[in-house]
């Protein structure tokens, strides 16, 4: 079976841009998280889908990071406008049931400069 | 806050050694324990997981962790590594009162010297 695909693998953009990273979760996955990265820290949480519905967006650290799953399949989060601080990789996960079944993206590393 | 803690940011060993990367969390009830691995240019693959029964857990790649209540850790072992095992390793906790969400740690970048 196809894995969980990300794309694009990398992005650099300028301060003030705006990014979309698209991820395609692996089919009859319902469940799909975001996860990121930043530089020297820990991988945080930014939010989990249920289909198309956001179950936990705690994790999103401002409204210049919108998510979107229309339909229920692939994803989109888009930084608008991106920052500095917004450089690093960002992982998207998705899973059938709960947790139990996990499965990573390769990530998309942005870089904004 | 709940939080899991990797205290070694970077570990050296030689090819064949035996190795053990540390893990510890914090709160009280027992969680949902993994370790994932990150080789360069690749997503987060799954070790091994812990849910119940049995505290000492095989993974895949030859990996087993053993799970300590008394000591909240999850520690990872190898008897014999391989050059391959270069990568980035990362433990990571489902608290109990966070549905799916992972709680991960800094990381261990090991490196392996043939």
């Known amino acids: 079976e196809a894995g969980v695909t990300q794309f694009p693998s990398h992005s650099v953009i300028e301060k003030g841009q705006t990014v979309t990273l698209r991820c395609d979760p692996i089919?009859?996955?319902?469940?799909l998280y975001w996860y990121r990265r930043v530089m020297g820290k820990e991988i945080k949480f930014l939010l989990h889908?249920?289909?198309?519905?956001?179950?936990?967006e705690s994790g999103m650290p401002n409204n210049r990071f919108l998510a979107e799953r229309t339909g229920g399949t692939y994803s989109t989060l888009k930084v608008q406008p991106a920052e500095l601080e917004d450089s690093g990789v960002y992982f998207c996960?998705?899973?059938?049931?709960?947790?139990?079944?996990?499965?990573f993206g390769s990530g998309t590393r942005l870089t904004v400069v | 806050a709940q939080s899991v803690t990797q205290p070694d940011i970077h570990i050296t060993v030689s090819e064949g050694a035996s190795l053990e990367l540390r893990c510890n969390y914090s709160?009280?009830?027992?969680?949902?324990l993994f370790w994932y691995v990150q080789s360069p240019g690749q997503g987060l693959q799954l070790l091994l997981k812990?849910?119940?029964?049995?505290?000492l857990v095989q993974g895949i790649k030859g990996f087993e962790a053993e799970f300590k209540r008394s000591q909240s850790s999850f520690n990872l072992r190898k008897p014999s590594v391989h050059l391959s095992d270069d990568a980035e390793y990362f433990c990571?906790?489902?608290?109990?009162?966070?549905?799916?969400?992972?709680?991960f740690g800094g990381g261990t970048r090991l490196m392996v010297k043939p």
């Open positions: 990571a906790v489902v608290f109990n009162n966070a549905g799916n969400m992972l709680t």
């Open positions: 812990y849910f119940s029964g049995d505290t």
């Open positions: 709160y009280g009830a027992t969680p949902y």
């Open positions: 996960a998705s899973s059938f049931g709960t947790v139990y079944g996990y499965t």
């Open positions: 089919s009859g996955h319902d469940n």
């Open positions: 889908f249920v289909k198309e519905s956001k179950q936990d």
